[in-house]
C-alpha cells in the first residue's frame, strides 16, 4: 500500500541528517527501484504536481507539512531528484524532469487537481521557506505563478455540487413548464365558476 506522505527513514547506511529532519541514506539499486517504482505508481494516477524548495523548514515543520498533506489526500516526498526524473518519465510530469535541482519536495494530487496546490499554498503562508518552484498538470510545466490558480480549482465535493446546481435548473424549469397547463386549466375553471356565481 503507497502511503500518501512519506515519513520513514529508507533502508541503507545511515550517514547524517540534514537541517529538514530528511535522513541522508546511501541507497543501495534495490531500494532505488523501490522508490523509482513507488513514485511512478502515484504519477500515473496523480492529477497534478508541485515541486518546492523546503530547505530551511524544520523537522517540526516537515512533520506538520506531511500530516496536513495526508489528510488532504495529497502523496508528498522528498527523493533524489535522479530518481523522480525516472519515475516521472512516462507521466503527465515527465516535462517537470529538466527542472528538478536542489532539495525539492514532491507534492501529487490524489484527490482532485488542486489538493497538492492548496496543501503547498496554504503551508507557504505561514512558513516562507517553503517556496514553490514549478507546477504541472495535464501534461504541460507552468510557473510557480500559477500555484494559486491551481489551488483556487474545486474540490471534488465543491465540482459535484456546482454540477448538480447546473443540471438542477433546467430540471426545476421542466418541472415549471410541465405544471404550467394544469396550473392555467385550474386558474380558467375558477374563472369559469366565479362568473357562473356572479351572474347567478
Do not use: W
Not at 520513514?8 to 545511515?14: A, D, N, Y
Not at 500530516?67 to 516535462?95: H, I, Q
Not at 501529487?108 to 504541472?136: N, Q, W, Y
Request: hydrophobic letters at 45%; aromatic letters at 4%.
Amino acid at each position: 500500500m503507497i502511503s500518501m506522505a512519506f515519513c520513514r527513514i529508507e533502508r541503507g547506511s545511515l550517514s547524517s541528517f540534514n537541517r529538514s529532519g530528511e535522513v541522508n541514506v546511501a541507497l543501495n539499486l534495490e531500494d532505488k527501484k523501490s522508490i523509482v517504482a513507488e513514485v511512478a505508481a502515484v504519477a500515473a494516477t496523480a492529477h497534478s504536481a508541485v515541486a518546492a524548495e523546503y530547505s530551511g523548514l524544520t523537522v517540526g515543520e516537515m512533520t506538520e507539512l506531511r500530516e496536513k498533506a495526508r489528510s488532504e489526500g495529497v502523496y508528498l516526498r522528498v527523493v533524489k531528484n535522479s530518481l523522480a526524473r525516472r519515475a516521472f518519465e512516462g507521466t503527465d510530469f515527465e516535462c517537470m524532469g529538466d527542472d528538478l535541482v536542489g532539495q525539492l519536495v514532491l507534492a501529487l494530487s490524489i484527490e482532485d487537481p488542486g489538493c497538492a496546490a492548496r496543501v503547498v499554498r496554504d503551508f507557504s503562508k505561514e512558513h516562507d521557506k517553503l517556496v514553490t518552484k514549478m507546477v504541472s498538470i495535464g501534461g504541460e510545466k507552468l510557473e510557480a505563478s500559477a500555484l494559486a490558480q491551481l489551488a483556487s480549482l474545486p474540490t471534488y465535493d465543491q465540482a459535484i455540487s456546482m454540477l448538480m446546481s447546473v443540471m438542477k435548473a433546467p430540471v426545476e424549469k421542466f418541472v415549471r413548464t410541465l405544471a404550467e397547463p394544469h396550473a392555467k386549466m385550474v386558474r380558467t375553471v375558477a374563472a369559469v365558476r366565479d362568473q357562473k356565481q356572479a351572474s347567478a
